[in-house]
């Protein structure tokens, strides 16, 4: 293992948050087998107060997991120095056979807490405990993958060795060589790649604003959001990396959180993500704006999130022009 703060950082913060969330885990099974509303015993008075206080425990982890993502990216990319032939994060997470895995992993915990978050907010909102269950539920299915995501996580950095050679990103995203997806991404035709990403930003930011105006919210939009998150993660390793780069060449996705380029991958990905959690958590929640007692609360909160889902990608958007449009590069 190498002691770096922000390997610690890291173990620390994934061995707080699935303690947690097993804890939050258990007294959910609780509550979704013992849960009644109409009834006044001790064991009902019981589970509302723990429902407070597992609600506020999760908001705080689940925004911790949330931070977790960039804060993995950003540590393999300052252990860059660290491992001959890394040139950024790319080659960082390929020293041995867990850090991609777990990058993975962080991405699909991303977006499933990002969907409680939307849902436990939902549900505070109603006087009845709307959607407790539905939550309960959502949890039961993301502690697993939490704890997963740990154990891959501490695996990756505890069997990391300062001796390995390991890949730069020229040769992960090379568009010449197939050496895995990443490469097979670089390799898309640029101007086909160009015309799919724009036209389905279109698409979606046209669905999305006549939802949000109209006020009649669809399954299209949620759809069409998750849609725009994969081809913008493709975009960003097939064009848009090469504009803000400057290199016909360079593909690799890490390499735009770094200080040389003003960390605008950072931000562009933290948009990226804002833009489907939010576009999705609108979807998720539709199928209950009949509950009587979200039925006039519910409509504002979804449009609320279509609007920061909206805005998000067209910020993004505007982003990507702009960079596009000063960069030197001619393609």
Not at 34 to 44: I, K, R
Not at 140 to 158: D, K, Q, R
Not at 190 to 206: G, V
Request: aromatic content about 14%; some cysteine; proline content about 4%.
């Amino acid at each position: 293992m190498i002691l770096h703060p922000t390997v610690i950082a890291n173990l620390l913060s994934s061995a707080i948050a699935t303690g947690m969330v097993v804890y939050a885990a258990y007294y959910g099974g609780q509550i979704l087998k013992f849960w009644n509303l109409q009834s006044g015993d001790e064991l009902q008075l019981v589970l509302e107060r723990k429902t407070y206080l597992i609600s506020t425990i999760l908001s705080f982890v689940f925004a911790l997991q949330l931070l977790s993502l960039f804060l993995y990216v950003f540590t393999a990319d300052s252990l860059t120095p660290l491992f001959v032939g890394a040139m950024c994060a790319a080659g960082t997470l390929n020293v041995n056979g867990f850090g991609y895995p777990t990058l993975l992993l962080k991405i699909v915990n991303f977006l499933l807490a990002g969907l409680w978050l939307v849902l436990n907010h939902a549900d505070n909102l109603g006087y009845d405990y709307p959607l407790i269950r539905k939550k309960y539920w959502l949890l039961m299915f993301i502690a697993p993958f939490i704890v997963i995501e740990t154990v891959l996580e501490s695996a990756y950095f505890l069997n990391m060795q300062a001796d390995v050679i390991t890949s730069c990103c020229g040769s992960l995203f090379s568009s010449e060589k197939a050496n895995g997806l990443g490469s097979e991404i670089a390799a898309l035709p640029s101007q086909p790649m160009m015309w799919t990403f724009y036209a389905t930003l279109l698409l979606t930011l046209l669905v999305g604003s006549y939802s949000y105006l109209k006020g009649k919210a669809g399954y299209l939009y949620p759809v069409l959001s998750a849609l725009m998150f994969v081809i913008a993660i493709a975009a960003m390793i097939s064009f848009i990396s090469l504009y803000i780069y400057e290199l016909p060449t360079h593909h690799c996705p890490f390499c735009i959180v770094m200080q040389e380029y003003g960390y605008i991958g950072y931000l562009l990905y933290i948009l990226l993500f804002l833009a489907v959690v939010s576009g999705m958590g609108s979807g998720v929640l539709l199928p209950f704006r009949g509950l009587e007692s979200l039925r006039d609360l519910l409509p504002a909160f979804i449009s609320k999130l279509l609007f920061l889902s909206v805005s998000s990608y067209l910020v993004f958007s505007t982003l990507v022009a702009y960079e596009i449009v000063s960069s030197n590069l001619v393609m």
